[in-house]
């Protein structure tokens, strides 16, 4: 790997790990200041509400600025949404001005990997990428978690300041404020990133310029015989995966009586699966073998309903991990595939842009959902198993679109494996 992609690797690290003990941040903030209960599960879609209104814009701008310098600003704009936290703006609106930069921030951060690395590293690229983020968000769930906690936040708020009163008073706002220092190391790193060779693309046509061009990106790789298999199945793994970390909250306070610190514990525990599998994808799989991934996530999504059995915590650890681990050997050589593809059908921040829009779009619409059932009293137990049957039918539905398409198209799927299997450079 070049040495570059270490660099981003640190950037994104740190990054995340803000990104996922701010969420338990602001899970203690809501529940300290007694928000009704929906208002929890609604932080899941209001973090994706930006990427999915601003998707024409972020691509083109992250192929239009260098990928390091967008990163930079980006983060600039998640260190102002935890100022709006901290300062009496609503918390769900403070975590949507962080989704605004965790938007801008993710077409330049696996844009810059197509432009570093040939093909033929793409899949390992992204192992190492997804293993480090999913390391990132358990080690981000467990320290939001202990931050929130009594010991560490009483530590925390005996800092005092000489001559300033910060406002800060109470443990999730301590949490909360130590965020900024880690979008700050963020930051730091993005500075470090270096410039690539590829053409930076210009901004042309405006606002309605960049919202068509999105339209017939979004279409032409939904109409890649390769592209649309790989985009659907990440978006229906990653749409549920973003919102089961908050369901496990609610889930494990029913099924064992958990606060959010335990919870947090719990929680990091869900990922562990997914980092090992996601590195063990990267060094056993090959970009166009992906699609041979889709019957685990149907056994992902019948694997969820077994959660509605499980009260001991004995039984618990090693299922979530199990469960993680099929998120995870999905994820990664779909990534790849779909990245390969969108590189060659439009710019490396375009597609990553299409990629984030449906993939926040479904979880917003599962988080939308989710709230809304909640809104009305269904239990955790009853959400998590509409969730199960619909990953399990959906994807099942998925293999049959990619067996039709192996039949009706057989030529162009042939030709677009070989592209995979073969471009090296």
């Not at 685990?296 to 993680?324: C, D, E, H, R, S």
Request: charged share 10%; glycine share 10%.
């Amino acid at each position: 790997m070049k040495k570059g992609f270490y660099t981003i690797m640190a950037a994104q690290f740190f990054s995340s790990l803000a990104d996922n003990a701010l969420l338990i941040g602001a899970i203690e903030l809501l529940r300290s200041t007694h928000a009704p209960a929906w208002q929890v599960p609604a932080l899941t879609p209001m973090f994706a509400l930006f990427y999915v209104v601003l998707a024409p814009l972020v691509g083109a701008y992250a192929d239009a600025w260098p990928k390091g310098r967008v990163m930079f600003f980006a983060n600039s704009i998640k260190v102002l949404g935890c100022l709006m936290m901290l300062f009496g703006s609503h918390p769900l609106l403070a975590y949507a001005i962080v989704g605004l930069g965790a938007a801008a921030y993710s077409p330049a951060k696996y844009g810059i990997l197509t432009e570093l690395l040939p093909p033929s590293q793409l899949v390992k690229a992204n192992g190492w990428i997804e293993g480090l983020t999913v390391g990132s968000i358990i080690l981000g769930v467990l320290l939001g978690g202990q931050l929130v906690g009594p010991r560490l936040s009483q530590l925390l708020l005996g800092i005092d300041v000489p001559y300033v009163d910060t406002g800060v008073d109470t443990a999730p706002e301590a949490a909360i404020a130590s965020m900024i220092l880690l979008y700050i190391i963020a930051a730091l790193f993005n500075l470090r990133i270096p410039r690539t060779e590829a053409p930076l693309q210009p901004i042309v046509g405006g606002i309605s310029g960049l919202v068509r061009d999105f339209a017939d990106c979004n279409s032409r790789l939904w109409q890649d015989k390769l592209g649309q298999i790989s985009l659907a199945s990440t978006t229906l793994v990653w749409g549920v995966s973003g919102n089961m970390r908050v369901i496990v909250f609610p889930w494990a306070a029913a099924a064992l009586g958990y606060s959010t610190t335990q919870a947090s514990t719990l929680a990091g525990v869900v990922v562990v699966g997914t980092a090992v599998s996601a590195v063990v994808a990267s060094m056993t799989m090959r970009l166009d073998k992906a699609t041979q991934l889709i019957p685990m996530g149907i056994a992902m999504g019948l694997l969820m309903l077994g959660l509605n059995f499980i009260t001991n915590l004995y039984l618990a650890i090693p299922f979530l991990v199990l469960l993680g681990a099929t998120v995870g050997y999905i994820v990664v050589p779909m990534n790849a595939l779909l990245q390969h593809r969108g590189h060659n059908l439009m710019g490396a921040g375009r597609s990553i842009a299409v990629q984030n829009f449906n993939e926040q779009a479904c979880i917003l619409g599962l988080g939308a959902l989710y709230t809304g059932m909640t809104r009305v009293g269904m239990s955790a137990f009853g959400a998590i198993t509409i969730f199960g049957l619909v990953v399990a039918g959906t994807m099942w539905l998925i293999q049959r679109w990619h067996r039709n398409n192996c039949v009706q198209h057989a030529e162009e799927v042939q030709r677009l494996l070989a592209i995979a299997r073969s471009d090296k450079h």
